[in-house]
């Protein structure tokens, strides 16, 4: 085994340049296939959450009584898209407004002109844009209804915006794993070159065909662990200078920090010794 070991270090001394290249490249390939993942467990939590707190807005005219009021609430809560119903008052609008944009109205009007509404929480079952019209439709034909507001339009651009970001993401990965497997392949096959004579020697000699490869295997899963590492260096530097809630990143993703960790380490080593198994496969103990 220490021959094996010597032999393996030896070749990142010869190959400066290639391991360079190797551990950039496999750093960069780990590093995109973890965002990737990230993204699409993001995205998916994203449409979820966005699902779990659509809500409307059913804005009132000023001219009904609080009986009118009542009655109405109990038809919006017996519906069967409604999970939630909240009243807000005129006061209670005005409340708000004061509090969002610190301006008080009352200082210039002698009245409230903002008007009442209803705040109503949808089941997920009815979150899509099609089923939210039809529900929008039949809302606004109610006789006590000014207006119905959702913010469907804007949520949906936000998920829209995330699964663009998300498929331009997998072209660079795909592209940065084609690179680092090109990179890995040709490593290989250059030190199988420069050691020819050397591999045809311990042919010769008797040597198994084990001892042959695996110096060149232990070399690039070395190369991978380095870019594991360097990985999870660059991550955490990143996390922690935008300060970025680790907790949420956990919740997104429903994997603990164990885990995460594990497959920036992982990878790299993964990635190259699948390609040099596959780079080394024509190597036999024929002279």
Known sequence: MSFVLKESFKLILRSKLNFFLNLISLTLCVILIVLSFYLVRASRFLQEYVQQNITLNVFIKDNFSSDSLNNFAVYLKKQPYVSKVEFISKEK??????KETGEDFRKILE???????????INKEY???DSLKKVIGSIEKEEIVTEVVSKMEFLQKVISFSEKIKLYIFIITGFILLVS????????KLIMNSKYEELETMKLVGAKLSTIKLP??????????????LSILLFYSVITFFRVDWTLLINMTGFNLIIIISLLLLLGPFIGTIVTIIAL?????RI
């Open 111 to 121: 009245y409230n002109p903002l008007p009442a509404s209803f705040t109503l929480y």
């Open 127 to 129: 979150t899509t844009t």
């Open 181 to 188: 497997i090109y990179l890995v392949y040709s490593t290989v």
């Open 216 to 229: 060149i295997i232990i070399n690039i899963i070395f190369i991978g662990i380095l870019a594991g590492l």
């Open 93 to 98: 609008a005005a409340e708000i407004f004061l």
């Open 281 to 285: 496969r024509k190597i036999s103990l």
